[in-house]
């Protein structure tokens, strides 16, 4: 089997608009030269395993949050932390919400359809729209929002969200919440069951990065030669000492 992909690769001839998802913006941030091949080439990173845990964490809070939203009441969590917000019943949020479709807009500078699927979308008695993004981990302590890696990605990925929401024609606060869970290893028996503890991370976004970021990647996909590699890519790296090894 072929490891080379034919389907949603960029053509520079073509004037059907180009889907760019949350993901791929964050890929070429991380790396243009892997974006490159994955996207222009059709060469894609190896994926890892599926985080099924995580997902079905993710099902849930929708199903738990849903049940206010139907309600039009607050969630105990958003009263815990002074919130004063709901879950909202938009007409668009279960389309938002699907993968591979999500929040749409099109970049009419790049003809690039750039979307993303949000968690949750929250309103507060002014009419601004909250988005809302779940996150699940299992970590001694405090879940705190941190310079890590896969924290910057967090904080872009809520603001591409928020860029798309305001796309759409809302007035988006802001602050975004991450409801965040973590699940406890201090138990003295599994019992079939994971107890978590959950908690409502605010983060003031800035999305004034991603017109200049499209556009950029813009630029990229029209470019005949590879792209240097990131700076921190391990997968260039592994790639190249490969190379050097079978030379």
Known sequence: ???KRKRGLYDPESE??????RSKIDLFLECPRCFYMDRRLGISRPSGPAFTLNMAVDTLLK?????HRAAGSQHPLMKTYGLDAVPVAHEMLDKWRTNFTGVQCLHEKTNFLVYGAIDDLWITPQGEYIVVDYKATSKEGEVELTDAKWHQSYRRQMEVYQWLVRQNGLKVSNTGYFVYVNGKKDRTAFDGKLDFDIKLIPYKGDDSWIEQT???IHDCLNEENLPDSG???EFCKYRQAAKNIEK
């Not at 059907?16 to 998802?21: G, V």
């Open 63 to 67: 199903k738990e949050f849903d049940i």
């Open 231 to 233: 700076k921190d890519c």
């Open 1 to 3: 089997m072929s490891i």
């Open 214 to 216: 499209v556009c950029d």
């Open 16 to 21: 059907t608009p180009f889907k760019l998802s």
